[in-house]
């Protein structure tokens, strides 16, 4: 009975220690997560904005082009 006590006295730092770490990775993994989505989504959205605007500016481009040949097909 002695010998069970002492491997459990020497075993409760350990689990003790083992719980601790697994709390403070959860709690780094809950802060970086959501830090992780919002920049991926900012990243995707400003990507998108670039997009539309290039596809804005091609189009305000072939409205200021004169096609007095009829060569773009836009007169259609």
């Known amino acids: 009975m002695d010998e ?4 459990l006295k020497e075993a409760k730092p350990l689990y003790k220690q083992r719980k601790r770490r697994k709390t403070i990775a959860k709690m780094i993994l ?8 919002i920049s991926s ?3 995707i959205y ?3 904005n670039d997009i539309y605007l290039s ?5 305000l481009q ?3 082009m004169e096609d007095d040949f009829g060569l773009l ?4």
């Open 30 to 37: 809950c802060m970086t997560m959501p830090a992780i989505i």
């Open 55 to 59: 596809l804005e500016n091609n189009s």
């Open 4 to 7: 069970l006590s002492n491997l």
């Open 73 to 76: 097909g836009l007169d259609n």
């Open 46 to 48: 400003l990507q998108g």
């Open 41 to 43: 989504a900012s990243q």
């Open 62 to 64: 072939y409205e200021l």
